[in-house]
């Protein structure tokens, strides 16, 4: 089965129960929709960061640090120290979608592009809506050759925020490689 199958379906699935999914803060849906219905790119932006600060946060003081602890190792290119942080946060927390989300983002910057997409696949089933999980699973599969599979990813991130920057762009490069190949 195709991976464009597989977490498509995930998907799907996933939207049919998204009350068990732990990203769903009240007002998520709201911005949602206003994410969807703005044409101004200021406003999309506002609402892009509120949905990432919603989905970031934590009930739980412990996971929030070892979030920022993760997300500060990550970034000082200290994979191993920021690793151990997210494996925690999903030991101790496993319906947090972010958690999962970070290793996979963590994974792919290891070049260990089968464990991102993973990880990449338990973001979604928590977070289907998942924009940015989505759209690091396009580049992803744009590494590694999926070309079909990737605009598909990059589509699916366009549909739920319309606003991403590069996602466009990204769906363009893949097609132009795309057509190369059939050459």
């Keep these: 089965m195709k991976l464009r199958s597989i977490l498509l379906a995930t998907v799907l699935f996933s939207l049919s129960s998204l009350s068990n999914a732990d990203q769903n803060a009240p007002e998520l849906e709201l911005l949602f929709d206003k994410l969807n219905d703005t044409s101004d790119s200021h406003s999309a932006q506002k609402l892009t960061s509120k949905i990432w600060q919603i989905w970031t946060y934590n009930d739980r003081d412990d996971i929030n640090k ?3 602890a993760g997300v500060t190792l990550m970034n000082a290119r200290q994979y191993k120290g920021a690793l151990a942080q997210f494996d925690r946060i999903i030991e101790l927390e496993p319906t947090f979608a972010e958690g999962w989300n970070k290793r996979a983002t963590l994974y792919f910057l290891m070049d260990r592009y089968d464990d991102s997409i993973n990880d990449i696949r338990e973001t979604l089933t928590r977070e289907p809506r998942h924009f940015g999980a989505m759209s690091g699973l396009g580049v992803i599969l744009t590494e590694t050759g999926d070309h079909t599979d990737a605009i598909a990813a990059f589509e699916y991130a366009l ?3 319309p606003h991403l920057p590069g996602v466009a762009e990204n769906i ?5 490689l795309l ?5």
Excluded: D
């Design 172 to 176: 363009e490069k893949v097609k132009r």
């Design 159 to 161: 549909k739920v925020n």
């Design 66 to 68: 070892l979030m920022h």
């Design 179 to 183: 057509r190369k190949n059939t050459i």
